[in-house]
């Protein structure tokens, strides 16, 4: 029971959080300090994600076969290439270090 009141409180947060974002005056929203955080506030979050998801294990650094794969994702990001490429890349790299090790 507890589980579905913990999902219950949880919807109702996010749907005020939502309600709250379109209460924000449109006048706010069209300051250039706003719009360029709003910008980078994904980019930054992402990165955060992928470093937690890339070099944590629990509550542990580590440094393993994904780490092999996210540094093919960059070297592939930084030869600009297609996304499936980027994809593919982290995928065989990882993969190959993971066969080895």
Known sequence: M???IAIGVTALGCYAVK??????PAGALERPL???????????LLA??????????GRDLVLDARA???AAAA???VLR???LVVVAAAV????????IG
């Open 2 to 4: 507890n589980v579905w």
């Open 19 to 24: 309600l709250l974002g379109l209460l924000v």
């Open 34 to 44: 706003v719009r360029r955080l709003a910008a980078l506030l994904p980019v930054a």
């Open 48 to 57: 955060a994600l992928t470093a937690q998801q890339t070099f944590a294990d």
């Open 68 to 70: 092999a794969g996210l």
């Open 75 to 77: 070297l592939a990001l």
């Open 81 to 83: 290439a297609p996304f």
């Open 92 to 99: 065989v790299v990882t993969a190959g270090v993971r066969a």
